[in-house]
């Protein structure tokens, strides 16, 4: 404060210049829980206002035996990312996961996705802002889940179709954070027999979300090739190195846990690409564990591939 004898010109100076001065910016807004519902015994669903998607998400937990919000130790998390057209209730719904985690002392995160998320934040023809996915699960929840829910840093990851896709992007585009990753009929390689000028690879970004722009998820993949390439696990195999991998994939044809009676185009597709991107780590020197097989893109086969995958993700983990 000035006193009563400072200067006239010196306080109308002051009055000019102060407009000028930038404005002291309001705290960043954080991501809280607002609600939390018990499903089940182990089952926790929370409610969260997140700045990153400009609204409300849901995530389901599932609590390890003995948890407790105010234990002196911390869990080791696995996260299971949906599919398209799903959403965070799909594993607990069409698998027996809460049984297969039932002994196992791990806290088993489960995060709605987006029917098209695709596990980004969104290019928005530039704009950016919501939706934010990956900024929402990676820096938003957990940094919610290992601050209020004894979540521990020994972390792994899996996924199914659009989530297989989001395992091996987030492991790749956070190199140490997850210590395995599963991809169980994942399109992991965005730009498998993409020829310049051909809008048909859009069919990963938007098969989920008919009606929306797909260019909204990673822009057009030749003006925008450099966001692709980064959202493409096939170009960030190298970064894998050191983590446990695990990649299966169905032929589309009708295996031993049935199917329909003829091709499944989607997992005929997604075969090709986990080939690929198997073929890749390879070429690096990249170890990986592939399973290819008689089967389609439904829930037995993803069920069998998490009850196969299981014990290198919790291995990992030191379980």
């Known amino acids: 404060m000035f006193r009563r004898s400072c200067p006239a010109l010196l306080l109308g100076v002051l009055s000019l210049l102060l407009p000028l001065l930038p404005a002291v910016p309001a705290a960043a807004a954080q991501a809280r829980v607002v609600a939390e519902t018990t499903v089940a015994s182990r089952t926790l669903d929370l409610t969260i206002e997140s700045p990153a998607m400009a609204g409300r998400q849901k995530v389901r937990l599932l609590l390890p035996p003995g948890w407790s919000r105010t234990a002196s130790r911390t869990w080791p998390t696995l996260w299971l990312l949906h599919g398209g057209v799903d959403d965070y209730t799909a594993w607990t719904r069409d698998t027996d996961v809460a049984r297969l985690t039932a002994d196992t002392g791990v806290i088993v995160v489960m995060p709605n996705g987006g029917r098209c998320g695709n596990y980004s934040d969104w290019w928005n023809h530039g704009d950016g802002g919501a939706p934010a996915w990956e900024t929402f699960h990676l820096t938003e929840l957990r940094k919610i889940l290992e601050g209020g829910y004894r979540a521990g840093t020994a972390r792994a990851i899996a996924g199914n179709s659009m989530g297989g896709l989001g395992a091996?992007?987030?492991?790749?585009?956070?190199?140490?954070?997850?210590?395995?990753?599963?991809?169980?009929?994942?399109?992991?390689?965005?730009?498998?027999g993409h020829e310049p000028g051909d809008d048909s690879i859009g069919y990963g970004p938007s098969l989920s979300c008919p009606g929306t722009d797909w260019r909204r998820v990673w822009g057009d993949p030749d003006d925008q090739a450099a966001i692709w390439h980064a959202h493409n696990p096939y170009d960030l195999a190298g970064r894998l190195a050191g983590v446990r991998l695990w990649v299966a994939s169905g032929n589309g044809k009708a295996g031993s846990l049935g199917g329909w009676p003829f091709t499944d185009p989607v997992e005929a597709a997604v075969e090709d690409h986990g080939r690929a991107f198997v073929q890749r780590l390879r070429e690096l020197g990249v170890p990986v564990t592939a399973r290819f097989f008689d089967g389609q893109h439904t829930w037995p086969y993803w069920q069998r591939d998490l009850h196969e995958a299981y014990p290198t993700l919790t291995g990992a983990l030191g379980l």
């Not at 585009?173 to 498998?192: D, I, N, V």
Request: no cysteine.
């Open 168 to 192: 091996m992007l987030y492991a790749a585009r956070h190199p140490g954070m997850f210590r395995a990753a599963a991809a169980f009929s994942g399109y992991l390689h965005t730009l498998y």
